[in-house]
């Protein structure tokens, strides 16, 4: 197991853009070819975004599935309330992209 | 000749607030190398976060025309003294000095690089969100509005193709309890990145379309799985009595409520987001 400090690899406590997601998609699948598990920490980060959390744990997830959870886990994604939601939001657009949530139905309102 | 371009009485911000400023953008795109006056001898009031339109039509005007611009400082008395405290008129004279903040409603002008994410946060969590204005805000209000910025940010990093900076000013309305702040970017604009993505299927050709598909949560960015950012800010706004308008091309989208959209005519490069924000 490798531990990859996401603040530390992007070079900054903001992972606010989604190049960031991707660099961390980058190290993470570097890592698994090489026969490694690999636990991504959060606990540097001081702000995310969904397009972060989206180019990595989503991309993640699209390569390698259910596997996914094997392959990789995560620490410190509990310092922030939302992280863990935009986290598992992340894998649940992949899964089923086409899922309506609560917000498209709210929206989908407004276009009626 | 004397090149002057006169405002109004009031500028606010919304879609007539818009076409003024576009008006004043369109007046001086076709001069090169000339003085232009702005003129607010007859301007009683412009929401302050208006800045950073202003802020960036005169930075490309001045890089892409050679324009310089003369501001009077009679004018900026009264009301209008907000344009020094939030320091556009210094970037106007090119004084070099900073914003001179004395009152509670005041946030400053400022340009980042695109990419500059720790200046743009530093700017959200110590000139916004740790404004004495805003002091009685909850902490989870905070972190949400910060949130929005940063997913907004995000989406410019993302789409807006361009080396310019981006903008940014708000302004308090301490009496209303609100909070208006607006990011301007240079790039292309909504529609260039929507309509080349959906030319083989929904065909997306008019801006407002454009900005509906991407508010939606659609994104052009395959490796982006859906560009949820921009419908979250929407639901927030819904949620708390938010505002959401998205100036990009020649429409003027907004949310206050309901989603209305205006046409814009001579419109600026790039797209311009405010979002309107109350809090108890």
């Known amino acids: 197991m490798t531990t990859v400090n996401i603040a530390h690899l992007i070079g900054t406590s903001n992972a606010i853009i989604q190049k960031f997601g991707l660099q961390v998609l980058d190290k993470a699948n570097s890592l698994i070819e090489r026969g490694e598990n690999v636990e991504l920490y959060f606990g540097d980060l001081s702000n995310t975004t969904t397009g972060f959390f989206h180019a990595s744990i989503g991309n993640l997830y699209r390569a390698y599935g259910d596997q996914f959870f094997n392959l990789v886990t995560v620490s410190g994604i509990d310092k922030k309330e939302d992280w863990t939601e935009k986290y598992e939001e992340a894998i649940n657009l992949v899964k089923n992209p086409k899922k309506a949530n609560e917000i498209d139905f709210a929206i989908s309102k407004l276009f009626e | 000749m004397a090149y002057i371009f006169k405002f109004p009485a009031e500028v606010r911000t919304n ?25 607010w001898s007859g301007l009683n009031y412009m929401d302050a976060n208006l800045s950073a339109v202003l802020l960036a039509m005169t930075y490309r005007l001045k890089k ?13 008395k009264g009301p209008l003294s907000i344009f020094w405290r939030n320091g556009l008129a210094h970037y106007i004279y090119n004084t070099n000095k900073k914003p001179d903040d004395e009152r509670d409603s005041t946030i400053p002008i400022k340009a980042f690089k695109i990419a500059d994410v720790d200046k743009f946060a530093e700017f959200i969590e110590r000139d916004l969100l740790k404004h004495r204005g805003l002091d009685n805000v909850k902490f989870t209000d905070k972190e949400k509005v910060k949130g929005s ?17 981006l903008f940014a000013c708000g302004q308090l309305f301490p009496k209303q309890n609100q909070v208006i702040f607006t990011l301007v970017d240079l790039g292309v ?24 598909w991407a508010i939606k949560g659609n994104s052009t960015k395959e490796e982006a799985s859906g560009g949820t950012g921009l419908k979250k800010i929407l639901f927030y706004c819904m949620k708390n009595n938010g505002k959401f308008h998205i100036v990009s091309d020649d429409c003027y989208w907004q949310f206050d409520g309901a989603i209305n959209h205006t046409r814009i005519n001579n419109p600026f490069v790039g797209a311009t ?3 309107i924000f109350s809090y108890n």
């Not at chain 2, 997913?151 to 990093?157: H, S, Y």
């Not at chain 2, 993302?158 to 900076?165: D, L, V």
């Not at chain 2, 909504?190 to 008019?206: D, Q, R, S």
């Open chain 2, 189 to 212: 604009g909504f529609l260039h990145n929507v309509k080349a993505f959906t030319a083989e299927t929904e065909k997306i050709v008019k801006a407002e379309d454009a900005i509906n």
């Open chain 2, 64 to 76: 892409e025309r050679g324009l310089k611009f003369f501001l009077n400082a009679q004018d900026l």
């Open chain 2, 149 to 165: 910025y940063f997913e907004i940010f995000n989406n410019i990093e993302i789409h807006a193709k361009t080396q310019a900076p």
């Open chain 2, 15 to 39: 879609a007539q607030g818009n076409q003024v400023l576009a008006n004043f953008h369109h007046y001086c795109i076709s001069l090169s190398d000339v003085w232009v006056t702005i003129d």
């Open chain 2, 273 to 275: 987001i405010h979002l």
